[in-house]
Each structure stands twice: as C-alpha cells, then as structure tokens.
C-alpha cells in the first residue's frame, strides 16, 4: 500500500492550456503572491473573491477536478483537528442552551475555527 497515493498537493499535472504555458518565474511570484495574501487577508468575503480567482484559475488551467478534490480528501483529519481545536479552545461569549456543560463553545470560536480551517 503506497501512502501517498492519494497525495496531489504539489504535483505537476502535465496538461496543456493557458496556465500551464506561462513562464514559470511568473507561476512562482503568483504563487508566491497568493501565500502572502492569504495571511494578509482578514475576513469571509476576502476569501470568497480569493476563492473565485482560484477557481477561476483552475478552470482555465484544465485540472479534472476529481484531482482537486482527492488532494482535500488527504487533508481532512488535518483539517477536522484544526477546526476541533480553535472551535474549543477560543474564549469568548458563549453560545446559549448548549447540551453539553463542561465544553464552552463561543461565538468568536464558531468564526475563528472556521476562519482559520478555510485559511
């Protein structure tokens, strides 16, 4: 059983379309770009316009998108855990009439854990 077989973040999909014939000094300053806004970005509706752009990106780029979303599919204990983790342990105003009484959730850990999961 090969453990990373269902790993695609990183590969080179050898296609051809507009994206994939760029100069590759102009892919990894974009890239390069794109790390740095993602930090530099503070709020949903950021992401979603961020978000289209990617998208848009990969529809011109022509990538099947079943090999965009197996390399989520690797990712989503990574992503459930980090998620659990700002969801339980951000303080603020707790959320009323929660079942169970030895975990507090917030509201301000409902927007961090999603905030930060999507980042």
Known sequence: MNLFQDLTIGQYLPLESRIHRLDPRLKI??????????????DFRSYGLLGFFILGVIFVARLPYNYIFRSFKSMRWLFLFIFLLN???TPGKSLPHFPIGFINLTYEGMRQASFITLR
């Open 29 to 42: 300053v974009a890239t390069l770009t794109l790390m740095i806004l993602i930090f530099l970005l503070d």
């Open 87 to 89: 969801l339980l342990w």
